[in-house]
């Protein structure tokens, strides 16, 4: 760090002990100081925490010295994100947990706009931060929650098929061999059964309907002993309250015994819309989940018990039943959002709701890591490069989260007391205009 700081307050000295741990997490002793420079830039006020300014806050007098050594950690140095995202959850966690369980782990993906096509996994493609298709990257997450605080514990870049059978962008981005193609649920499985492995405490998996309606997915999290709520599309199909599909027919004279479930013309499943449209208006209740920061949060809700339908006449084995919860606020003209759910036969309809509803907890962990620490910010094209800013700044926000946990609730990037030299007056990074605009 500069030469010139003054003598670290309380929360700095909170912040030198944790970054140790993951300093001593990515292995060689020259990736160290590196590290913890880069952690505490990402935490530094500055609207943009690319590699270039964060230097020039962190280290005025020598600027392209320490450039040259945050880039080479961050787009070379092949240490483990595995292992650094594995330290920040052994510090994070417990602190998170003094305020009450785990309860959940969340699913979801977010979008970084990107123009050219050069850099890794940018194409066009659903980008959630413009809400329409775009030039963008997308990432996977799974982050554990209790009921106040979240944290991801696993991200990792979709990497479109047509990046992923191109040899010549694999190399020139320097893909690794053994990644290949993966739906983005695919993904995300991976992540919740690595969380399985590390015998984390477990949660309901929540997540939205681009990976509700993906059945595999659902019957992977089965298979894990997980409980889940899942939205779920209006077309998803269901077997109304107490039906189910046909038995197989009945053994003929010669051959094996049928085993397959049948449908017939006047015995066919139903899309959720349709069954949530044909229940009388006394199946919804008004609920009121949580108190939010100027008015209560509540709408209008039901939950039938279903089985769902997706293919099951390739079964010999109807679908387990499940929850099949709906919001139909009041003014609408039919329902607004549908989930599935494997919590108990006997879960209260609040308490479904409510978990259902807590998904939105990580709007929060992704606000502050775009717009405080930068998550998009990094301007490499590698997939090293793009992991490895991605986990520290994960790691940087992570010392906010137990900050909040145990000490100040308001700890917020750029507000830590952290003291850092101002960069020099002609200091300008690249891209920007050589010389101050004159009036």
């Known amino acids: ?43 530094l006020p500055g609207e943009r925490k690319s590699i270039e300014p964060m230097a020039a806050r962190l280290d005025a007098e020598n600027t392209q ?57 940018v194409a066009r493609q659903y980008c959630g931060q413009v809400g329409k298709q775009d030039n963008c990257r997308v990432a996977v997450s799974l982050s554990v929650a209790t009921w106040s605080s979240s944290l991801p514990i696993a991200y990792r870049l979709y990497l479109p098929k047509e990046w992923a059978e191109d040899s010549e962008r694999r190399e020139k981005t320097e893909v690794p061999e053994e990644v290949e193609f993966q739906t983005k649920p695919a993904i995300a499985l991976d992540q919740v059964r690595a969380a399985v492995a590390a015998n984390l405490n477990r949660g309901v998996v929540l997540a939205d309907a681009a990976y509700g309606i993906n059945t595999e997915f659902r019957d992977g999290l089965t298979e894990l002993n997980l409980q889940y709520v899942m939205g779920v599309q209006s077309s998803m199909t269901v077997w109304e309250p107490g039906k189910q599909p046909l038995p197989a027919k009945r053994r003929g004279i010669m051959g094996r015994p049928p085993r397959l479930l049948q449908r017939s013309t006047d015995h066919q499943p139903v899309t959720v819309k349709q069954l949530a449209m044909s229940l009388p208006p006394t199946a919804f209740r008004e609920i009121t989940w949580r108190e939010g920061t100027d008015r209560k949060l509540q709408s209008r809700f039901a939950a039938v018990r279903v089985r769902a339908a997706h293919r099951d006449y390739e079964q010999a084995e109807p679908h387990p ?33 409510k978990m259902a509803k807590h998904r939105w907890i990580i709007e929060r ?19 090293r490069g793009f992991h490895h800013h991605a986990t520290l700044c994960i790691a940087a926000y992570g010392f906010l989260v137990a900050e909040r946990n145990r000490f100040s609730p308001s700890a917020r990037t750029g507000h830590l007391g952290f003291i850092a030299p101002r960069p020099a007056p002609d200091f300008r990074p690249r891209g920007s205009p050589r010389t101050p605009r004159t009036t």
């Open 321 to 353: 039943e499940e929850w099949l919860l709906i919001e139909w606020p009041r003014g609408e003209k039919e329902p607004t959002k549908y989930w599935v759910s494997t919590l108990p036969p006997t879960t209260k309809l609040k308490a479904l709701i």
């Open 65 to 121: 010295a320490m450039r040259q050594s945050l880039h080479h950690l961050v787009a070379k140095a092949p240490w483990s994100d595995d292992l650094v995202l594995e330290q920040v959850r052994h510090f994070v966690l417990p602190a998170m947990q003094k305020h009450g369980p785990v309860v959940a782990w969340i699913v979801d993906d977010t979008g970084f706009p990107k123009k050219g096509k050069h850099s890794v996994g």
């Open 1 to 43: 760090m500069g030469s010139h700081l003054s003598a670290p307050g309380p929360q700095e000295r909170r912040f030198a002990a944790y970054i140790e741990g993951l300093a001593n997490a990515a292995g060689h002793e020259d990736r160290q100081v590196p590290l913890k420079n880069y952690c505490k830039g990402l935490l």
């Open 365 to 383: 962990d992704y606000e502050e890591l775009k717009q405080e620490l930068g998550l998009g910010h990094f301007e490499g094209r590698n997939w």
